[in-house]
């Protein structure tokens, strides 16, 4: 079956820095990523819609300029968190869509970011 | 705007025994409904989805949910636990397919032998 792989897993990094995770789509075309942030014994929340080629599509109250995302092809969607703080600190999960005629919907395992 | 309220954090059952994750929603329209599961270290899986055909929907691996617009939930059932059954479940609601989803809090199935 369609497969979504996100890295890293895991990342630890000091608050200021910027951190970069990726999501790839490894047998289909993705024409649309999604990006979610879990914060601990809380539900996903819709941060991002990423369209291929074009401008991500922001849910209100985050930050675009500290959440910058790039959807550069139809297999690959990164999130990078800019100047992290310990806020930030959560779990992200993507998604893609795609299967033509057939919409499915595939999701990434996560990366837990967590900030010094 | 829509959300969707897992009774319980945690359900515990014996392998064997039926399993129930109750959920309800709230939607000003007809919904989409999902249930997706969530192994340790890997992607959400979709177990099944509802969209507005058959009220008893079947999934994947023996699960099953019923939709009951007067009750205005969704839960999920299977007659019989399996030990690989232990994971997070999310029921998961939208307007618009697989745009926009609206997740639960999760509910967190352990099954023991």
């Known amino acids: 079956g369609a497969v979504v792989s996100q890295h890293p897993s895991w990342v630890i990094c000091k608050s200021g820095t910027s951190v970069k995770i990726e999501c790839r789509s490894l047998d289909f075309q993705a024409t649309t990523m999604f990006w979610y942030r879990q914060f601990p014994k809380q539900s996903l929340m819709l941060m991002a819609t990423s369209n291929e080629g074009s401008k991500a599509t922001y849910e209100q109250g985050v930050e675009k300029d500290k959440f910058l995302i790039n959807h550069a092809s139809l297999t690959l969607s990164t999130l990078t968190v800019t100047s992290a703080h310990p806020e930030d600190s959560s779990f992200y999960i993507c998604?893609?869509?795609?299967?033509?005629?057939?919409?499915?919907?595939?999701f990434g395992s996560g990366t837990q970011l967590s900030v010094l | 705007a829509q959300s969707v309220t897992q009774l319980d954090s945690h359900v515990s059952v014996s392998e064997g025994t039926p399993v129930l994750l109750r959920c309800n929603y709230s939607?000003?329209?007809?919904?989409?409904l999902f249930w997706y599961v969530q192994h340790p270290n890997k992607g959400l899986q979709l177990l099944l989805k509802y969209t507005s055909a058959a009220t008893l929907v079947k999934g994947i691996n023996g699960f099953e949910a019923e939709f009951k617009k007067s009750e205005t939930s969704f839960h999920l059932t299977k007659p019989s636990a399996h030990m690989s059954d232990a994971a997070e479940y999310f029921c998961?609601?939208?307007?618009?397919?697989?745009?926009?989803?609206?997740f639960g809090t999760g509910t967190r199935l352990l099954v023991s032998p």
């Open positions: 998604s893609a869509r795609g299967g033509g005629a057939n919409e499915k919907l595939f």
């Open positions: 939607s000003s329209y007809s919904p989409s």
């Open positions: 998961v609601v939208s307007l618009t397919g697989f745009q926009k989803l609206v």
